[in-house]
């Protein structure tokens, strides 16, 4: 391990840092916006939600390098843009988060929903004030699977040129020297670390009535 490289390149990879950070939350929070309503519309589905989710977590099995070289093509952007690495990555958080949306709407109990509607709640104010807070832990769950995904695979966007972590790996290799592929990983681990903990304290937040130590 060269310390006295990671001093000199301290700035630089402070900014990859910072691009890999926004490169992993961004999606993830547009994703989250997109499925709330998908997963919504998934749970009103009856008999036709499993085709519905099973069409949504198709998704999740594009290959991310296949899917990073076609963007591009389709959005008019350039290769290194990083829009493309955003819209990806906003894909693979959808397909995730879809489901756990809907399943967690499913975990609200009927009898909770029968009781806001007998208190006057109509469809849209009950699914913002009372089903949606009650699924916030499963939705938690699925948000921290979802963010760490990111984090792995915004790596892979280096094979394009987009600056992140993961051109620490590939300049290691380029120059067969370890110390910024062990910084990249070291890195990656302690950002997707963060993040996990950044979930799970705001669904503590958000569910006071949980016990703690429970998983949200």
Not at 113 to 134: D, K
Not at 177 to 198: E, H, N, R, S
Request: charged share 10%; net charge positive.
């Amino acid at each position: 391990m060269r310390f006295d490289w990671l001093w000199r390149e301290s700035g630089r990879i402070g900014e990859l840092f910072l691009w890999h950070l926004g490169l992993s939350v961004l999606p993830v929070l547009i994703g989250l916006v997109l499925a709330l309503p998908l997963g919504w519309i998934a749970h009103r589905a009856g008999l036709f939600r499993a085709a519905f989710l099973g069409v949504s977590g198709l998704l999740y099995t594009i290959p991310s390098l296949a899917l990073f070289v076609l963007l591009p093509l389709l959005l008019g952007t350039k290769i290194l843009d990083p829009l493309n690495v955003v819209v990806a990555l906003t894909v693979y958080a959808l397909a995730l988060l879809v489901r756990t949306v809907s399943d967690g709407l499913e975990s609200v109990s009927p009898e909770v929903i029968q009781a806001a509607s007998a208190m006057g709640y109509r469809a849209l104010p009950r699914f913002l004030l009372v089903e949606l807070p009650l699924a916030v832990p499963v939705i938690a769950a699925g948000l921290r699977v979802a963010v760490v995904s990111n984090v792995s695979i915004v790596s892979v966007a280096a094979l394009v040129g987009t600056p992140q972590l993961g051109l620490l790996f590939t300049q290691g290799l380029q120059l067969r020297f370890l110390t910024p592929i062990i910084a990249g990983i070291v890195l990656c681990v302690l950002l997707a670390a963060i993040l996990d903990g950044l979930v799970l304290f705001v669904a503590r937040r958000l569910t006071p009535w949980q016990p703690k130590g429970g998983k949200p």
